[in-house]
């Protein structure tokens, strides 16, 4: 039994990389306390995504030359990042990889809503500045329209999660 022990557990080094290397084919553990769960939200793109958001809204809205383009720079990104952030807060409690492209269509749809909601309905836009007053961020929200052509983002957020998993 003992000459048995050595190949057991190769055998078991190896079962553990393919499972996460074919993560949503083979059941293991994704959540935040498996150290081989990497958040998506820690992929370079999102990462440079919330990065524009930041400087945009913080420092160039802020500044002489806010305008159009400063507007809508902050749509587009936080388009893309928003499924990401989404996807792994639900993600980082989950028990399951096998489940990722489902989370991430919802996530995708949830955030379309949400973006499409706010835009479009002044009301809601209200809610959701007091929602964060409650938090103590200071947020406002401007129902305008022309801010849904950055859900043109979802399908680019969309193939970027199809090449992580890859």
């Not at 990065?51 to 806010?66: E, T």
């Not at 893309?80 to 792994?88: E, I, N, Q």
């Not at 305008?144 to 983002?153: K, N, V, Y």
Request: charged share 15%; hydrophobic share 50%; with cysteine.
């Amino acid at each position: 039994m003992d000459e048995l022990e050595p190949t057991l557990t190769r055998t078991k080094m190896l079962t553990d990389e393919i499972n996460y290397e074919y993560g949503l084919e083979v059941q293991h553990t994704a959540n935040i306390l498996d150290p081989r769960w990497k958040p998506l939200t820690q992929d370079y793109l999102s990462i440079i995504a919330l990065l524009v958001v930041v400087v945009n809204d913080f420092l160039i809205k802020a500044s002489p030359y806010a305008g159009l383009v400063s507007g809508k720079v902050s749509d587009f990104a936080g388009m893309y990042f928003l499924p990401f952030l989404l996807a792994d807060l639900v993600l980082m409690f989950s028990s399951s990889m096998r489940n990722a492209q489902g989370i991430v269509l919802g996530a995708m749809l949830v955030a379309a809503a949400s973006v499409v909601a706010i835009k479009l309905s002044p009301e809601i836009g209200g809610l959701c500045v007091d929602g964060f007053a409650l938090a103590g961020v200071k947020a406002r929200f401007i129902s305008d329209p022309t801010d849904l052509f950055s859900l043109a983002m979802l399908p680019l957020a969309y193939q970027r999660f199809q090449a992580l998993l890859r």
